[in-house]
């Protein structure tokens, strides 16, 4: 079975800064997908980011981008130039590959503040 | 286009009573997961439709269970409700799964569960 472990439950940044969110997977697969999603107060979870395992490129999406180690099995979201609307919770995620593990398993979440 | 929608938004429900939640997933999206949030266990996976048929499923016990309609609106059961199942529910929906996550999992706005 897969695990997937955020180990800080919180972290706060000021504005404009950078912050990078840690993410560690366990998995005997060799191809799979990650996820970093956001939940906002408003509780629906957003799709922030993905990496495909078999792709060495890290993913990059505007001020969010990704550090994929997959010897490590580590997959970090680096959040750049940090904005107000950045605070919400963070949750990583792993699928397998294949249509029998069509679910999404999730850490357990980062609660990420963003001072003014 | 709309995204996807559950109703209703939140629910009190008195335990030994049954409840049912809706989903209706974006247009053209045949896959439909269901996830349950608590503070406690985290984002945990209940189960997957695709094409009215469940093709995975999470452990949780027979209580929980669910359908899909041909329009790919797809329903939740929790019977004899419990203290425990007071809980996020959350819908998400995607064009096929597991299988072409090149698209993602788009998630709704969930609904929340209070069992008294």
């Known amino acids: 079975a897969q695990t997937v472990t955020q180990s800080q439950p919180e972290m706060s940044v000021q504005e404009a800064e950078t912050v990078t969110l840690s993410c560690t997977y366990d998995t005997s697969e060799s191809n799979y997908y990650l996820f970093w999603y956001k939940q906002p107060p408003s509780r629906q979870m957003i799709l922030v980011i993905r990496q495909e395992a078999y792709k060495q490129q890290n993913a990059t ?3 969010f981008s990704v550090n994929f180690q997959k010897a490590a099995k580590s997959f970090s979201l680096k ?8 605070t919400a919770m963070y949750f990583c995620a792993f699928m397998g590959h294949t249509g029998a ?15 003014p | 286009k709309a995204g996807v929608t559950q109703t209703p938004r939140y629910l009190i429900k008195t335990r030994g009573q049954q409840v049912t939640l809706s989903c209706s997933p974006i ?5 439909v997961s ?12 209940l ?3 695709f094409s009215e048929t469940q093709r995975n499923k999470g452990n ?13 609106r797809s329903e939740m059961n929790v019977s004899t409700l419990e203290l425990g199942d007071s809980a996020l ?6 064009l096929m799964g597991g299988l072409t996550l090149g698209y993602g999992y788009t998630f709704g706005s969930g609904t929340r569960l209070t069992v008294v």
């Open chain 1, 61 to 63: 999406e505007n001020r």
């Open chain 1, 79 to 86: 959040i750049s130039d940090s904005q107000l609307g950045d």
């Open chain 1, 101 to 115: 593990n069509s679910k999404l398993t999730f850490g357990k979440g980062i609660t990420l503040s963003v001072r």
């Open chain 2, 27 to 31: 247009s053209g999206h045949r896959s």
């Open chain 2, 34 to 45: 269901w996830y349950q949030q608590t503070p406690g266990q985290g984002l945990q996976f």
């Open chain 2, 47 to 49: 189960f997957e439709y």
């Open chain 2, 60 to 72: 949780f016990p027979g209580r929980f269970s669910g359908r899909q309609f041909s329009n790919s």
């Open chain 2, 89 to 94: 529910y959350l819908c998400a929906s995607s």
